[in-house]
Each structure stands twice: as C-alpha cells, then as structure tokens.
C-alpha cells in the first residue's frame, strides 16, 4: 500500500548545534534584556511565535539544566522585539497539521523539560480550548534514559484518522528498549492511541499496518520464527482490542489538556503525570496508563471506610452520652455562655 510521504521532526533534549531559526516552545514566554533571569522583560511571546537565532550567548545552568541564552528577534502584534531567551524555550519545529478535521491546521510542538520527560504543547485556533499541553513522560530503562526523540504525522488517509508518531530509540543506554507511540486528538483532549515497547537487543519485531477505511489496525509481532497477530479498532481516541468480533472495554485514558504556567526561566510547573505500566495482549507487549478510574476507586474505597469508621465512633459516643445524662439530674436550660456539643457529620466522597 502506498503511504504519503512522511516529514520526521527531531527534538532533543538540548538542541545542538545552535539553531537559526525556531519557535516559542512556550505561551507568553519572557524575552529578556540581558542573558539572565534577573534583567527586565522586555517582552512576552505567544506560544509558536517565530524566533529568529541572532547570535549564541553565555552558558547558563537553571535548576538541574545547562544550555545557553540565546540573541533573538521577533514580531508581535506587528512590532520587531529583540531579547534573549533560555536555550530550552526555544522549539526547532512547528508540525502543522488538521488533526481534529474541522478544515484548518492545528500547530504542534514537541520537547523536553528538565528531568527529560517529553512535553508536547497543542495550538487549536480554532478549539474551545485553544492552547494545551500534556505530559507524555520517560522514557527509560535499567537504569539509562533517553532524551530526543522523532515526531511524525501519520495522515487520514493512511490511518483513517490523523495520528502523531512518536519513536524513541534507546538501544544503546536502556538495554535495547525502543518505544513507539501513536497520539490522537479528540473533543475532549488528546488520548494514547497505541504504545508499543520493543526490545532491539533480541531477536524481536513488531510490525503495525494500517488499513483506513475500518480505522483498524493489524498488529504482528515476530519472535524468530514465530509470529503472533492482534487485530485493533479505533474507537473513541484510542485502539481497542478486538476478540471474537467484539471490541475490548480496556482502554487508555484521555490526557487532559492543562494550561501551561511559567516560572521565571519560563519552565512550565508539571502536573502529576500518570504512571506507565506493562500489559501483554495475546503475548504481545503493550504499553499503556494506569487507568485513574483505579486509583479513583481506591480513593472512593479509602473514604468509605473511614466514613464508617467515623459512623461507629459517633454512634458509641451518643450511647455513652446517653448514658451518662440519664444517671444526673435533669440539666438547666443552657445560657448563652455555654456551648453546644459540636455534631460530627461524616462527609461522604462525590
């Protein structure tokens, strides 16, 4: 089957040689008077805004990361600004692309923040949510971890809906790991379509065909001279096991979309992000979220019992307050200076 012809954008944990040109990696990052965090802001651009390389600067470590500040120049809002900025807020590539099919092209760019873990910043001029991140996470193994990686665009017409691609390849620091990973992007936020880890060390491949009018997909993993097949769907967001005809519950989680915030050095403040775990499919490796419907449930479980507990604690004080107060005298009206036994009323989780 032929397929479109598929541009690759890398990305790095720190980008070298210096770059002549990119993007904000950031919305409303600071551009600075000086190559420090301390000079005055003389300017703040929104994410995706064109950066022109002027000329490289000191090097610098904020927090646990080194690169350097950077002589820039850009438009806003029709004026020329010129500035310095921090190595790690400037993005070398904007992948333009109609991801959610409304008819207009929807920017993305991807990177990473200090402790490698890959960030990917989504621009919908036309969503009601225009500007959102996510955190897509490590990738690492025994002990190595990886920092750069490969984005791509799979198109409509190759997958049936348009997927972003992501191949990381840390053969040589994790042990042989190699992960693939295939994002979607839906009303309610980006979602995990497909994670894949293989290990290149051994004598393991896996192999992932398309077919776009269905939305499915035929996953074969080869082991020697053994081969195995897993048949998927596309369904809400992600892909979705399909056994006897009928599709598997299980699914990955939505990432939500969450604003960025910016520090000084215009690093975004991370939410939580969720933990990855191992789960095998018809003997073949799959990589997918923890749901946090699970840890919801523990939550719920953790409550419940303590709202017991509590119920318990305040029946045994009634009866024991009863008890005591039916051996005294009858009690005088209470004055304005006494107060009333506070009530404990349990509160149940929503």
Request: hydrophobic letters at 30%; glycine letters at 6%.
């Amino acid at each position: 089957m032929h397929h479109p012809e598929i541009v690759v954008y890398p990305i790095s944990y720190r980008q070298d040689p210096p770059l002549s040109h990119g993007f904000a990696g950031g919305n409303m990052i600071n551009l600075r008077s000086k190559p420090s965090t301390k000079s005055t802001i003389v300017g703040k651009l929104p994410l995706g805004t064109p950066i022109e390389i002027v000329a490289q600067s000191n090097r610098a470590v904020r927090g646990i990361r080194e690169d350097h500040w950077y002589r820039v120049r850009a438009e806003v809002k029709g004026k020329t600004v010129n500035g310095f900025l921090f190595g790690p807020t400037i993005n070398p590539h904007r992948i333009e692309a109609d991801f959610d099919l409304d008819g207009n092209f929807d920017m993305l760019y991807g990177s990473y923040n200090e402790r490698k873990e890959m960030l990917i910043h989504y621009h919908n001029p036309d969503g009601a949510e225009p500007l959102a991140w996510t955190i897509i996470g490590q990738f690492s193994n025994a002990g190595g971890m990886s920092d750069n990686a490969v984005l791509s665009v799979i198109s409509k017409e190759t997958a049936g809906i348009p997927l972003l691609k992501i191949e990381v390849d840390c053969s040589s620091d994790c042990k042989g790991s190699v992960w693939t990973k295939y994002l979607s992007f839906t009303e309610s936020g980006i979602r995990r379509a497909l994670e894949i880890e293989e290990n290149a060390m051994g004598n393991e491949q896996q192999f992932v065909d398309f077919h776009p009018k269905s939305k499915r997909i035929t996953l074969t993993k080869k082991l020697g001279s053994a081969k195995s097949k897993l048949h998927l769907k596309f369904n809400h967001g992600t892909y979705k096991a399909i056994v006897n005809n009928v599709i598997a519950e299980k699914t990955a989680p939505t990432i939500q979309a969450v604003p960025p915030q910016t520090t000084a050095i215009n690093k975004p403040i991370e939410t939580p992000r969720q933990i990855l775990g191992n789960k095998s499919i018809n003997g073949l490796s799959i990589q997918s979220d923890k749901s946090l419907r699970k840890g919801e449930a523990t939550s719920d479980k953790t409550v419940n019992r303590k709202e017991e507990k509590n119920d318990k604690t305040v029946k045994a004080l009634a009866i024991k307050k009863t008890e005591v107060i039916s051996k005294k005298t009858p009690q005088p009206e209470q004055t304005e200076t006494e107060k009333p036994v506070a009530r404990i009323t349990p509160t149940r989780a929503k």
